[in-house]
């Protein structure tokens, strides 16, 4: 059974900082591609960015310069470090975790960015 579990959101003012941290759980296998969803409301869940076993990092444009994505392949974990926060950047951020086709998703967390 794999559980994604997110952690770290929060409210913060415009123009700063917070990290999402995201671990999946797994007996028996590392996986291949972890990464971050958003949805904000009435919006459809868009691709923040995702990093892979064996490539380099991947950002939306909204994000790009902003958000840093790393990861310990190993310990099936991920990161964002997000800075320079935009009120437009207010969603809930979803962890997801793929192997094989299969993507496994984490319940979510709420980042708000309001002054």
């Known amino acids: 059974q794999v559980r994604v579990v997110e952690s770290g959101g929060g409210s913060v003012q415009p123009g700063g900082s917070l990290r999402l941290s995201c671990a999946a759980s797994?007996?028996?296998?590392?996986?291949?591609?972890m990464g971050w969803y958003r949805q904000a409301p009435g919006k459809e869940r868009e691709l923040v960015a995702f990093?892979?076993?064996?490539?380099?990092?991947n950002y939306a444009d909204s994000v790009k310069g902003r958000f840093t994505i790393s990861g310990d392949n190993a310990k099936n974990t991920v990161y964002l470090q997000m800075n320079s926060l935009k009120p437009e950047d207010t969603a809930v951020y979803y962890c997801?975790?793929?192997?094989?086709?299969?993507?496994?998703w984490g319940q979510g967390t709420q980042v708000t960015v309001s002054s």
């Open positions: 990093i892979s076993s064996v490539g380099s990092p």
């Open positions: 997801y975790a793929m192997r094989g086709g299969l993507r496994y």
């Open positions: 797994a007996n028996t296998f590392s996986f291949n591609v």
